[in-house]
Each structure stands twice: as C-alpha cells, then as structure tokens.
C-alpha cells in the first residue's frame, strides 16, 4: 500500500505539458466529430473575415477619401456591416456549438470517472484525503470543462489567422512587415517567459487548493469530535494556514499576471513609432507600396498580428493547467482495478456457508505481513467471534472473506470456491457485512431499508423491520417508512442507524453474516431485543463476530483470539476462560464486558 497522502502534503503534480493527456480527449470528441468539423469551419472562416476590415480601410482612405465619392463610402461602410454581422453570427453559432461539444465530452469523462470510483479498490480511498479525490471529481472537471468549451479550437483558429495576417502584410508591404514581426517577437518572447512562470505557480496553487479542500471536507465530517474535543481554535488556525499558502501563491500569479499588460503596451507603442516612422520615411522616397491607407491597415493588422499570439500565450498557460488536471483525472480512470471479475469466474449460487482460509497470508504493504500462514476451517452455520489487541487483524479477516482486499498468498474460500473466482456480484450476495458506523442515505426509511434489495416489496421491508424491532421507533417518526432521513441519518440516534442497518441486512438475507462491532452503539435495552432476534438469524447462518461485547460473543461456537499474525488461541468462552490464557487475561481487564 503506498504512502497515504493528506492534507498537508502537496500531491505530485508535473509542470510540463504532456501532449499525452490531450490525445486521449480524442477519444471523448471522436462521437462528436461532426460538430468538431463544422465548428472549426465556422471559425476558420470567422478568422478570415475578420482579416477584410483594414483592407476596406485601406481602400476608403487611398481612394474614397481622395474620389470624394460617397456610392463607394456607402458600399464600404454596407461591406463592413456585413462582415460585422457575419463575424457575429459566425461566432455566435460556433460557441453555442462549442459549448454544446465541450459539455457532452466533459458529461462523459465525468460519468466515466464517477463509474470507475464505484469499481476502485478499498486502497485507492486508503491511501488520498477524501477531499483531494472529491477536487479530481469536481473542480479540475470543471477546468476541463471550461478548457474544451472555449479554447482548444481557438488555439488552432489563432495559429491560422498568424499565417493569414502574415500573408497579407507581406502583399501590402515586405519592409513594414518587418517592422511588426521584430516588435511582436521579442514582446511575445517575454510574455511567453512570464506564462510559463505563472503556469508554474498555477500548478502550485492548485496543490494548495487540494490540500485546502481536503482538511475541509475531513473537519466537516469529524464536526461533532472538531466541538466535543474543543478543536475550534486550533482548526481555525489550521485552515488559516493552508488558506495563506493557497492565497500566497495567488499573489504571486497576480503580480506576475500585471506585468503583462505594461510589457504588451511598450512594445505596442516603441512598434507603432517604428511603423510611422520607417512609412513616413518610404513614401517620402518615393514607395509606390507604402501610402497612407497602407499604414493604417498595417496598425490594425499589427493588433491582429500580436493579438493572437498573446492568446496562444494564455492557451498554453491554461493547457499547462488542464494537464495537470488532466494527469490527476486519467490517475484516477486509469487507476488498475485488481479486484474484479475475470473471465470463467463461477457465479455462488446454493450457499451453505462454509468458509476455509487456507495457508493465508495478507500484507498491507510489502515484507510486513499482517497474517501470516493462517488456517482457519468454518462449518456451516458455526459462529465464529474474533478478538483480540487493535491492530492484530480482525478486520482484515472479514475485509478478506468479502474481498474488499485480496490475499498475499493462500487462499479464502467458501463452500470450495476461491473467492477470487467467484463473480464479485455473487460474493457480496452472499455475504452481508454490519460495520460499527453504519452509513445511512439521503432518502426514506424504506429506501434505506431496500437498498441492498431493489425488487423487494414494501410489506417485506416492513417485516425485516419487524424482525429486529426497529419497527417501533419508525412508528414514532411523523411519516413513518416515508419519512425522509438526511445524509448520514442526521437526526436519528446512532442506535436507530443501526437498527436500520440491521433491517437491511436482514432483508438482504446473505448465507454469510459479518457484524464488525455492529453492537457498539446500541445501548444494552436495544441490545437485548437484537440478540433475541440474532439468535434467531444466526442459527442458520455462517456468522463471524467481531465485538467487545461478552454478551455479543460468548454464545459463539468458538472463539479466536487473533494476535502475532495469526490465531493465537481458540476455543468456546468456557474453554478459554479454563485455560487463563491471553482470553482470560482480556477479560479480566475488562477489554470485553
């Protein structure tokens, strides 16, 4: 398992633009390649129309002016109306369609994400700050999204008007031509240099951002232990740290980002002097190239000439950007799922229950193995409880029977059957797992108690609620089943969470029950209801417990005591208690009450 990264460390983020990461949106634009093409049509001849205004120019000052002939002024002025509203109506069609493809590619990879987060490893959560995977998920999607909708076709669009605007200055004048291309390169020279300064600072900041997102969403979850352990302070502080880091490098890319527009302006004036100058000089000597409607059309054409370059400046920078989001995006889509269905997996039908770890060894991280060679033979419906120090792997266990992880060597199976040979649908079928904290959806108490069991009817749900006595307290609720529960059951007490959990599972009726500490928050009247109707679901199931509750265990056909990567003593609770072992001495300290 690698190391995990938290809130105060800046992920791994490359500066370069990796040519890579925008090859593969061609797979997201390929079912919109019609509206691609049509697009950039449009904008190419967008471009072009908006290289006629100077020439029209050009054509009023050296010969309407001169004519004095006001049919023509009014045939110019007629053109460039008509070019004004061709270039709006062409830009208005091309953004609407932009916008339309750059939304549809940025849905997909946006459902294509979200498939692949329901499909990753246990691992993959493990080792990243919820709020650092939930930034991929959001914010660089929305990068992205504004990345592809406004400027990967007007890069290429800007590339082409260059080449057009070069053409035509060098038809009009070579000399002057001159003129604005030793302006504008050394000018975009420095704006380059200052882009990739800022694109640097970008890829710090969103880092900052990151780590920013991650501590909030961790304090939001661990709210009521941020009060009850009085941390208001010291989060404050905390925040105000990462919000300083995220803002310093803000400032940083602001200041660098206001040098912009100075350097832009000299340059804009030192080549205007020059195109004056070097024109006033030409057509004293004679140019019959260089009038001066020649000029004006030059100056304009200089903007047309340096406005774009700026632009692809600023398109690179965002590129820079958006592959590094993009980088952070694909590590998630691409991320190898090693727990899954292969082909000639076997489907787990008929389920008797017995369960074997045969030879097992897991590993968390390599060379420190949290079991080492275990064996362990389950009967069906033989209760098995686990206990032991924290640490010792009794999690890993059940989290190995569900295949939630996979073994380092050996194997689990149940009735026979390796579980990684097993269609995973199956497995999780089968074995149904109760967790200490039970998770409870935004939606109604029968939604919730339906969720593992989409095709069952209401009056079922009601009688698996029935069966573990949570009926009683939904009756009290205003609304009953319908009663709309917010995210997490806000509201409920944890008892009442599980009591639902409990009716979920019941619902689900696995072959294989897990309870990992499902008991703990349950106080001991609502405990004593449960254990009546668990003597009941659990006669007939493989069950394996782990709790800290004597009366939770002490029934179970036997008992394991998990430490030194193995079993380190088994027996039933009056067999163990007898021999005054590690169990006994667990006991007598009061760790299982």
């Not at 049509?38 to 290289?51: D, R, Y």
Request: hydrophobic content about 45%.
């Amino acid at each position: 398992m690698a190391k995990r990264n938290t809130y105060f460390e800046d992920e791994v983020v490359h500066k370069k633009i990796d040519i890579k990461q925008f090859g593969r949106i061609l797979k997201y634009i390929m079912p919109y390649k019609h509206i691609f093409i049509i697009v950039c049509v449009l904008m190419l001849v967008s471009a072009c129309t908006a290289l006629l205004p100077p020439m029209l120019l050009r054509y009023v000052i050296n010969d309407v002016v001169v004519e004095k002939s006001m049919a023509k002024l009014f045939y110019v002025v007629c053109g460039l109306v008509f070019l004004a509203a061709t270039d709006i109506g062409l830009t208005y069609a091309q953004q609407r369609m932009m916008g339309q493809m750059g939304h549809s590619v940025i849905a997909d990879m946006r459902k294509d994400i979200f498939y692949k987060l329901q499909e990753l490893p246990f691992e993959y959560f493990d080792n990243r700050p919820d709020g650092k995977i939930v930034v991929r998920v959001t914010d660089y999607i929305n990068d992205l999204a504004n990345f592809f909708t406004n400027y990967v076709v007007m890069f290429l669009v800007y590339l082409v008007k260059i080449v057009i605007v070069t053409i035509f200055m060098l038809s009009l004048s070579p000399e002057l031509t001159i003129i604005v291309v030793c302006t504008v390169v050394p000018m975009m020279a420095l704006v380059f240099l200052l882009r990739y300064k800022i694109r640097r600072r970008f890829a710090w900041h969103r880092a900052k951002l990151s780590n920013r997102s991650a501590f909030l969403i961790e304090t939001i979850m661990g709210e009521k232990i941020v009060k009850n352990y009085n941390r208001v302070e010291k989060n404050k502080s905390i925040y105000e740290d990462l919000h300083n880091q995220s803002v310093n490098v803000w400032w940083g890319i602001v200041k660098l980002n206001n040098l912009n527009t100075p350097i832009v302006e000299i340059f804009w004036n030192i080549g205007t002097l020059c195109l004056y100058g070097v024109a006033l000089y030409l057509i004293l000597n004679g140019s019959s190239q260089v009038d001066a409607g020649t000029v004006v059309a030059f100056i304009s054409y200089m903007g047309l000439f340096s406005g774009p370059l700026t632009q692809i400046a600023i398109i690179i920078q965002q590129m820079a950007q958006v592959s590094s989001n993009l980088e952070q995006v694909f590590d998630t889509i691409d991320y190898e799922v090693q727990i899954k269905d292969e082909e000639g997996d076997v489907s787990l039908d008929n389920v008797k229950g017995q369960v074997d770890f045969d030879n097992m060894t897991f590993s968390y991280e390599d060379d420190i193995n949290i079991l080492e060679n275990m064996n362990l033979h389950v009967k069906p419906g033989e209760t098995i409880a686990l206990v032991g120090p924290t640490g010792a792997g009794k999690t890993t266990i059940i989290n190995l029977i569900t295949r939630f992880y996979d073994v380092t060597g050996g194997s689990v199976k149940i009735d026979g059957n390796d579980v990684r040979k097993v269609t995973l649908e199956s497995l999780r079928e089968e074995v149904g797992v109760l967790m200490q904290d039970p998770f409870i959806f935004k939606g109604t108490v029968m939604e919730n108690i339906r969720y593992g069991r989409l095709d069952a009817t209401d009056e079922e749900c009601i009688a698996a609620a029935k069966y573990i006595y949570a009926d009683e307290f939904i009756g009290r609720l205003p609304h009953g089943y319908d009663e709309e529960l917010e995210e997490r059951g806000e509201g409920l007490s944890a008892g009442e969470k599980q009591l639902i959990s409990f009716a979920r599972i019941i619902l689900k009726n696995p072959s294989v029950i897990i309870l990992d500490e499902a008991t703990s928050s349950i106080d001991t009247e609502t405990e004593n209801m449960i254990q009546k109707a668990l003597d009941v679901i659990l006669s007939e199931k493989t069950a394996f417990i782990v709790a800290h509750r004597l009366s939770t265990i002490r029934n179970a056909d036997r008992i394991l005591y998990i430490a030194d990567k193995g079993i380190a003593e088994e027996g039933n609770h009056r067999e163990l208690m007898e021999k005054r072992g590690l169990y006994y001495q667990l006991n007598s300290s009061n760790y299982i009450k």
